[in-house]
């Protein structure tokens, strides 16, 4: 059985489509996928689907679901196969379990996650760049973007969102650290209207500008974070972002761009020292 999250909602087995069209059906089925092989109490999806005010037929009509989902799961499967639903989606004590493989597509994102950023820990960022590109591009939406989101699934989407923004930011850095500043000036433009109180985005942004012969516009990016952060947060910016205003301001030789076209250059110079770790 195939299950992708990193977008849309798809389980199939086969080449046949296993997730439910009705939303709570296709709530318990996600829950139950994020989790395979372990239980997942029928409390914990009773709350899923109807957080603190379940209806007294709630139990009842959990195991109405679960029935769905299973005979869909029979419809796609071989007749003559070893395996029945009930082997697949099991009854454990107190709850059920979805015998199944981890969602292929977060599987594959963590790995890559895991060694884009050990690459760049390590100064390889040609490889952590290659990576990190890689992972991110197994994300075809928002997770579970076609599923009604309850309590549990919301800790999850934003488990994932968080490692998603975290690969970004990782990726981002591999690319400054390989002279492509310009070809980012878009995408941390946009990223730092959508993440207005986001330091790290915004740092890199000021980076980017800066080494596009654009240093006024970098410190105006530091300026509108300034101003984001006072307002919402009553904080003003981190010492990195004050030191790399510092930096703009001075015309620091550090903030200079690495050889473009000697790629390993980029791995011994680095935004690190300028940028700190990714958020």
Known sequence: ME??????????????SVVPSAAKPRQVLALLALHPGRVVTVSALLDELWGDAPPRTAPATLQT????????LGEAMDPAGVRGPKDILCTRYGGYALDV????????????????????????????AGLLHRALALWRGPALADVQIGRALEVEALRLEETRLSALDGR????????????????????????????????????????????????SAYQRLRRSLIRELALEPSSRLQRLQQSILGA????????????????ARGTGRLLGASA
């Open 172 to 219: 981002i850095e591999a690319d400054l650290r390989l002279g492509r500043h310009a070809a980012l000036l878009g995408e941390l433009t946009a990223l730092a209207a959508q993440h207005p109180l986001h330091e790290t985005v915004h740092a890199q942004l000021m980076l980017a500008l800066y080494r596009c012969g654009r240093p006024s516009h970098a410190l």
């Open 101 to 128: 493989a981890a969602a292929v597509d977060a599987t594959e994102f963590h790995r890559l996650c895991g060694a884009g950023q050990t690459a760049l820990r390590e100064g390889s960022a040609l490889e952590a």
């Open 3 to 16: 299950i992708r999250v990193l977008g849309p909602l798809v389980a199939q087995l086969g080449r046949t």
């Open 65 to 72: 679901y679960v029935r769905q989902l299973r005979r869909m």
């Open 252 to 267: 620091d030789p550090g903030l200079e761009p690495p050889e473009q076209t000697s790629p390993s250059a980029a791995t």
